[in-house]
């Protein structure tokens, strides 16, 4: 059974940092890519970044200015999100999302329908 596990969400300030996790089982790691979205009450899902297991590829929403970065461990089956200069803007519930890398296209890897396994998701609420 394919499994996404969120962790590491919170309350922070306008300024901090939170590192959120994924931890993944069920499939071929190294076979897969592994985004992370975000959804704000009332707002559109939208993707923030994506690393491709395999070739290291990293992918970032262009709205984030740099302020995040994803990783992978595969030694832990897992993937990371760190996350500095938080905005109030940036307060979401944070989703991971996994699929067959060879499913993902550089050019296209923002789509959320082609992810086709999801977490439960984890709250990020940044105080103005």
């Known amino acids: 059974e394919v499994q996404l596990v969120e962790s590491g969400g919170g309350l922070v300030q306008a300024g901090g940092s939170l590192r959120l996790s994924c931890a993944a089982s069920?499939?071929?790691?190294?076979?897969?890519?592994i985004g992370w979205f975000r959804q704000a009450p009332g707002k559109e899902r939208e993707a923030v970044s994506l690393?491709?297991?395999?070739?290291?590829?990293?992918y970032y929403s262009n709205s984030l200015l740099g302020r995040f970065t994803i990783s992978s461990d595969t030694a832990k089956n897992a993937v990371y999100l760190q996350m500095n200069s938080l905005k109030p803007e940036d307060t979401a519930v944070y989703y991971c999302?996994?699929?067959?890398?060879?499913?993902?296209?550089?050019?296209?890897?923002?789509?959320?329908?082609?992810?086709?396994?999801w977490g439960q998701g984890t709250q990020v609420t940044v105080s103005s």
């Open positions: 999302a996994a699929n067959l890398r060879t499913a993902i296209r550089g050019n296209s890897w923002f789509r959320s329908g082609l992810y086709a396994y």
């Open positions: 069920g499939f071929a790691f190294d076979d897969y890519a």
């Open positions: 690393i491709k297991n395999g070739d290291g590829r990293a």
